[in-house]
C-alpha cells in the first residue's frame, strides 16, 4: 500500500514548526522577579515583634485585620487568647483582658479618654479598622508602662500616610439580615482614603477615613407585676 502526501499535510508540518521555533525564543526571554506576600507575611511580622519585645505581647497587623470576617475591631480583638469583648445589640463595643475591663487604650501610644465612668476605654464600634495599621496587646506591665491598667493595654497603631508605599484605598461593604428588623437588611459602610507626594517643601501626605452604620435592635425583657392587693383588717 503506498502513501501520497497532500498539500495540505505538508502546509500544516510547516506551519507547527514556525510555532514551535517562536514558543522556544518566547521561552528564553527573561522574566521579571514577581513576589507575592499573602497573609503569612503579616503573621510572620507579627510573630517577629512578638519575639523581640521583652514582654507579653499580642500582635495584629493590619492585613490580619483586612482578612478576618468580622464587624468590627472589638470582634478582631477577641480572636486573641484572654481577651472577651462586651456587646451592645450584638455589636461588640468594648474589651475585657484577663475578665476585667479596667485597661488602657491608647493611640499610637497616646491614652485615651473613656465618656463614662469606668476605665474600659473607648468604644471599639467607634474605631474604623480601615486606618489601623497594627494592634499591640500588652499582658504584663514593665516599669516604663503608663499606670492605669489592670488586665492590660491596647495600643492602636494608625497608619502613617508618609510611610505609605502607594496610594491607599479600602472600602468595605456589609449587610445584616434578622428577622427582628422592621427592614429586610441594614447596611454597614466603612473606607478609607490615602496618598503622599513630594514637593520643593518635604513631603506631604493624608488618611481620611469615614464609617456609615445603620442598626436596628428590639430587646425582649422578662417582666413580672403583682396584682396590688389589700390585706383585710385584722
Excluded: H
Aim: no cysteine.
Amino acid at each position: 500500500m503506498k502513501y501520497q502526501p497532500s498539500i495540505a499535510a505538508l502546509a500544516l508540518g510547516a506551519m507547527t514548526l514556525v510555532f514551535s521555533t517562536a514558543a522556544v525564543a518566547q521561552d528564553d526571554e527573561p522574566l521579571e522577579e514577581i513576589v507575592v506576600t499573602g497573609i503569612r507575611g503579616s503573621l510572620a511580622a507579627a510573630v517577629d515583634q512578638k519575639r523581640d519585645s521583652d514582654q507579653l505581647v499580642e500582635v495584629i497587623i493590619a492585613e490580619d485585620i483586612g482578612k478576618l470576617p468580622d464587624q468590627n475591631l472589638a470582634e478582631v480583638l477577641e480572636n486573641i487568647t484572654g481577651i472577651q469583648i462586651t456587646r451592645t445589640a450584638g455589636v461588640g463595643t468594648g474589651v475585657q483582658i484577663r475578665g476585667t475591663n479596667s485597661n488602657r487604650v491608647e493611640f499610637n501610644g497616646v491614652s485615651t479618654v473613656n465618656s463614662g465612668s469606668g476605665r474600659s476605654g473607648i468604644n471599639f464600634e467607634d474605631v474604623n479598622p480601615a486606618i489601623i495599621s497594627a494592634v499591640e496587646v500588652t499582658k504584663s506591665p514593665d516599669a516604663g508602662t503608663i499606670e492605669g491598667s489592670v488586665g492590660g493595654t491596647i495600643n492602636l497603631k494608625t497608619i502613617r500616610p508618609l510611610d505609605l508605599p502607594a496610594t491607599l484605598g479600602a472600602v468595605r461593604v456589609q449587610y445584616e439580615d434578622s428577622s427582628l428588623s422592621s427592614e429586610s437588611m441594614t447596611p454597614r459602610f466603612s473606607g478609607a482614603f490615602g496618598d503622599n507626594w513630594s514637593t520643593d517643601a518635604g513631603e506631604i501626605g493624608f488618611v481620611i477615613s469615614g464609617s456609615v452604620t445603620e442598626q436596628e435592635s428590639v430587646s425582649f425583657r422578662p417582666r413580672t407585676d403583682r396584682d396590688n392587693r389589700v390585706s383585710p383588717a385584722a
